[in-house]
C-alpha cells in the first residue's frame, strides 16, 4: 500500500530550526515531484516548497523563500524540508505530497510549534 511517513516535527524557538523528513514506500517516490504543505488550527493546507524528480529544481512559498530547503534522497525514497530561522507564523501540521498531477498519498503530518 502506497504510504507517506513524515516525521521530524517539534517544539522549537524563533529562530531555531528543523528537519522534516518524508519516507515514502512501494512505488510512490518513483518519477514524481514532491511537495511540502502546511497547516495552521483554521487556516487552510498551504502550498510550502515542492522538488523535482530530479532534483534539479525546486519550488517555494514566498514565506518561506532562503528559510527553508527541499531536498530528496531517491536512493533512500525519502524528501526533507529543512527549515531555518523559524518564525512563530511557521506553526502548523506539515505534510508531504506527491505530485500526480494532483497532490496525492498524503502523509500523517507532523507537528511544528515555534514558541516566540
Known amino acids: 500500500q502506497v504510504q507517506l511517513v513524515e516525521s521530524g516535527g517539534g517544539l522549537v524557538q524563533a529562530g531555531g530550526s528543523l528537519r522534516l523528513s518524508c519516507a515514502a514506500s512501494?512505488?510512490?517516490?518513483?518519477?514524481?515531484?514532491m511537495g511540502w504543505f502546511r497547516q495552521a488550527p483554521g487556516k487552510d493546507r498551504d502550498f510550502v516548497g515542492a522538488?523535482?524528480?530530479?532534483?534539479?529544481?525546486?519550488w517555494y512559498a514566498d514565506s518561506v523563500k532562503d528559510r527553508f530547503t527541499v531536498s530528496r534522497d531517491n536512493a533512500k525514497n525519502t524528501v526533507y524540508l529543512q527549515m531555518n530561522n523559524l518564525k512563530p507564523e511557521d506553526t502548523a501540521v506539515y505534510y508531504c505530497?506527491?505530485?500526480?498531477?494532483?497532490?496525492?498519498?498524503w502523509g500523517q503530518g507532523t507537528q511544528v510549534t515555534v514558541s516566540s
Open positions: 505530497a506527491v505530485d500526480k498531477g494532483v497532490w496525492s498519498h
Open positions: 512501494g512505488r510512490t517516490f518513483e518519477r514524481h515531484a
Open positions: 522538488i523535482s524528480w530530479s532534483g534539479e529544481s525546486t
